[in-house]
């Protein structure tokens, strides 16, 4: 039982057989030129997205100072009340 379908255009190992490269021989150069407009434009855009974001400065854009942080206190956790035991009820 074959995993994948037989197909009139492909022989017994799955190779392109004349019937195929004849039906495609049409539209190859169409689909080429389709490919390569395609390749051209993305590449395009993407050039043209480069370029236009290299160009800013932000000069104007305000950097906020580095916030002020408090001393730092060793050994004592925010957690502990000072003075409250609870020995039993």
Same mark, same amino acid.
């Given at each position: 039982?074959?995993? @994948?379908?037989?197909? +009139?255009? !492909?022989?017994?190992? !799955?190779?392109?057989?004349?019937? #195929?490269? &004849?039906? &495609? &021989? %049409? !539209?190859?150069?169409? /689909? #080429?030129?389709?490919?390569?407009? @395609?390749?051209?434009?993305? @590449? =395009?855009? !993407?050039?043209?997205?480069? &370029?236009?974001?290299?160009?800013?400065?932000?000069?104007?854009?305000?950097?906020?100072?580095?916030?002020?942080?408090?001393?730092?206190?060793? /050994?004592?956790? %925010? /957690?502990? +009340?000072? =003075? +409250?035991?609870? @020995? =039993?009820?």
């Amino acid at each position: 039982m074959p995993v @994948i379908p037989r197909s +009139s255009y !492909y022989d017994k190992h !799955y190779k392109q057989s004349a019937a #195929l490269i &004849r039906a &495609r &021989r %049409p !539209y190859l150069v169409k /689909n #080429l030129l389709t490919g390569a407009a @395609i390749f051209t434009f993305t @590449i =395009g855009v !993407y050039a043209f997205t480069i &370029r236009a974001v290299s160009q800013d400065e932000f000069e104007d854009v305000k950097v906020p100072d580095a916030p002020v942080q408090p001393p730092h206190t060793p /050994n004592v956790s %925010p /957690n502990r +009340s000072s =003075g +409250s035991t609870s @020995i =039993g009820a």
